[in-house]
């Protein structure tokens, strides 16, 4: 019946409905951060959060959240008449929803001046929240908009590399807010600018995060079944041979949250004192009942 009102599955529902709920979590804790933490400390470390910044200071008469919709539109303007509109996708939502979302948080939290005096504290949030906020709209496959369309248009129009062509115009920014609000705050925007990346790439690292365990035992029957059972896992079984006995073992290797791990580990070390494990990590797993190819 749902698939005739709407044309999708139950289960395409329910993924449409999660892929919309963490993209706007992940906008709106990347708000938090812009408008708690890298507003009212000038922390520009790039993007059009940080050319936001600068222009409020140089127009004080309007505030970040209303420059980060001049300027979103202003890029989403530039994407539709290079890109087109098929090929922008999220990256629209995503540009006038954290516009909507940081205007929202000025409008109910107005932070004139900065939450502490620890002025490196206030920094480690104003990087952390975007990084992490960043990091879910990432690991969903969508984009929190802003210099992503420039990097959609670098990308079809010049062999320009990416990365360092954002890194420049970032730099760019960056070298502003030092001639703006002094040495010590620009110090902090390009620390901040090369922190960024790095706890982006942490955050979805360990978003992803599963361990993928490989045992040995005398008894993998029963391991076997606790993992389908109990754990509502699978696993792969191979035969193999010690070097130095020649003794025919088979091996089970299954992929398993943390949490699973730590049940299989204490199962095992019940039922088989002397069962040789090794546990591995791992942030991209591919499959059925992880993600999607």
Known sequence: ML??????????????VRFFVLLNCGLFITAVGI?????PNHFAFGGTSGLSIILSTLFPHWNVGTFMWLVNAALVLVGFVFLGVRSMGWTVYSSFALSF?????????????????DTFLEMCFAVILPAVGSAIVFN???STGGTDIVAMILHKYTSLEIGRALMFSDLG?????AYLYG????????LGLILKSTVVDGAIESLNLRKVCTVITSHPDQVEQFIVEKLNRSATEQKAFGAYTHDERRVLVTVL??????VLRNYIRITDPHAFIT???SSEIIGKGFRSI
């Not at 010590?184 to 390009?190: K, V």
């Open 101 to 117: 979302f940081v205007s929202l948080c000025q409008k109910l939290w107005p932070m004139i001046h900065p939450l502490t005096t």
């Open 140 to 142: 969903i496959g969508a």
């Open 173 to 177: 920014i960056v070298l502003v807010a």
């Open 279 to 281: 546990i591995v990590n």
């Open 257 to 262: 949250t943390r949490r699973e791990a730590a």
């Open 183 to 190: 040495a010590q705050t620009g110090l902090y925007c390009i």
């Open 35 to 39: 408008a708690i933490f890298k507003t």
């Open 3 to 16: 698939k005739e009102k709407t044309g999708l599955t139950r289960d395409q529902l329910l993924a449409g």
